[in-house]
């Protein structure tokens, strides 16, 4: 489970063999053209149309595109190029949006980026405008659609306790709501059947986890199983009579496995999809046809393993008609029969699609990011490297193109979560950086999710310690491969990775020449003091994880990078939102404001109407300009 960041086979054997020279003949070889610098804006700035969807009749499609700075909807019929706008946000981009029916559109949006998302419903001629959850300081999220309903969802909110999420009917034509289960203090999730019931129940007493079930909404929920934190039985959803139960689970093994289950016992029937190497990600279904298409799961790339012969084909037939990309299926009709294709590769944001399955035509929408050439851009090459202690640590290397792998200045940008990790997909900063002229090294250190529950438990209790460890391994892997230079080495990250990065410049101060916190955690003493209140269920796991404040806290308070800023040598970029909820501004003033009692000038950017990151464009193309100045200024090559 992510808890500070939350919301994309077998080749890997052979790639994470490449040897280190194999490896850099094989950058030099895809990085043969001199580099074309591109504009800062053309990395960041919003698509022209993008988050293509189909309605569910067919007859419709919809994306976002900029109106005064902001992503809102369009919406134009599926054979016509004119569209109509039909929402009209100014203050911020949409959150998401989702066909509710082939009338109606429901969209989430927050202010300010406190991330209490409220629904809202309009129609696809742009009226009737209804914000669904109008109340201040509340948290809204979707359960199930409803899908065959179009007039109701099933929700949760945090209305009446900020911590606890209550399960809501709502009408999306008038905005009615009936509860329909109140949580009793210790639920973190809800799981409906193909009808919509209310028939699964997650609780946590904060270390520990239980499933719920019920047979029926109106008997009472009973406890099925019970695991600690550390082995996770994830339900998905019930099969398609509604009796047995889809579900990730790593009990009994280190890699989490697709498997089915009865939810009378939580015995396991049936072994669905499990991989040597790393966890399954997702199972997928057919709304319409009732069936099991394809289980995910992610060595260096995503990959798929079919179980529909339908759902194969049409992947098949999509990867003859678009070679060398990345595809997935971001929409369709009801019928199943007209599809919304996106493709992607490290190089490129990919276009859109009209595919239709019966006569296996592919029509062209619209390019995301036309003025991005993947001729002009980097390849993103996944590594392996091996820890002090023996771990095998995976990550991703990007060059700058035309330049020759040797002595090059190298920004690291460790991913936050931290169980999260980094995946080989289009990165605009990373792009943006290698453009630039450096290389980029993302690190998937221990703890990172995907690579199993050993790996995962491996990070617990090891923030500022191994984990760190492993990015400082990085980094001295990448100089001893000869291509980094020792003397102009940067380090990024945000929120875990800020903190990362704050942590690098403290317990490792000879190794970075200049380092950019972007709301990253100073002080976990103070961190997990304000952590948003929903968060609180969860605060006794994440004490096993990071530290019990309790009584741990001179081990919280020596990872903390706050008490070692006089170890800082190398110059420091801040960044913060103000309205942040998972990382308090706090964490960003206590180590500007420690600094600067030093006398050491510390450069500060504070965004009033961000939160956890930078959404509006705005502040992103200033983040970017300043970062780019920054780097340049401080990644200069020093004599001698």
Known sequence: MQLIEIYFAHMIN?????????????????????????????????????????????????????????????????????AKRITSVTDRDLGGYFWKSSSQIVFLKDKDGDENYHLFAVDINGQNVKDLTPFDGVKADIIDDLEDNDNEMIIQMNKENKELFDVYRININDGKLEKIAQNPGNITGWLTDHEGKLRIAVTTDGVNTSLLYRATEADTFKNVITTNFKESLSPLFFDFDNKMLFANSNIGRDKSAIVKIDPETAKEITLIFEHPEVDADNLFYSHHRKVLTAVSFTTWKKYRKFLDARTEMIFRNLETLLPGYEISLSSSTKDEETYIVRTYSDRTLGAYYLYTFSSNTLKPIT???????????????????????????????????????????????????????????????????????????????RGSTGYGKDFWQASFKQWGK?????????????????????????????????????????????????????????????????????????????YEMIGNINNEYYMLKEASPIFYVDKI????????????????????????DALKKRGIKVKYMVKENEGHGFSNEENQFDFYRAMEKFLKKHMKPKKG
């Open 14 to 82: 052979k790639i994470s063999k490449i040897t280190s020279i194999t490896f850099i003949l094989i950058m030099i070889s895809l990085n043969t053209q001199a580099q074309k610098k591109i504009p800062l804006k053309d990395f960041f700035k919003n698509p022209k149309k993008t988050s293509y969807q189909i309605s569910p009749d067919g007859k419709y499609i919809s994306f976002l595109a900029p109106y005064k700075k902001r992503m809102n909807i369009f919406v134009q019929p599926v054979n016509e190029e004119k």
């Open 367 to 445: 390019e995301v990011s036309p003025w991005l050439k993947e001729e002009n851009l980097a390849v993103m090459k996944p590594i392996t490297f091996e820890s002090r202690d023996g771990l095998l640590i995976n990550g991703y290397l990007t060059l700058p193109v035309g330049v020759d792998p040797k002595n090059l200045p190298v920004v690291i940008n460790p991913h936050g979560g931290p169980w999260h990790r980094d995946v080989w997909t289009f990165n605009p900063e990373v792009q943006f950086l290698a453009n630039r002229g450096y290389a980029v090294l993302q690190i998937n250190f």
């Open 466 to 542: 191994n984990m760190q460890n492993d990015i400082t391994d990085g980094v001295n892997w990448l100089i001893k491969q000869g291509i980094a230079d020792p003397k102009r080495i940067a380090i990024y990250g945000a929120s875990y990775g800020g903190y990362a990065t704050l942590a690098g410049i403290t317990f490792t101060p000879d190794l970075y020449a200049c380092a950019i916190d972007y709301v990253g955690v100073s002080n976990l003493l103070t961190f997990l003091k304000t952590i948003p209140p929903y968060w609180k269920p969860y605060l006794e796991m994440m």
């Open 569 to 592: 040598k190398c110059p420091l970029f801040v960044a913060q939102g103000a309205k942040d909820p998972r990382v308090n501004i706090n964490e960003s003033n206590q180590i500007v």
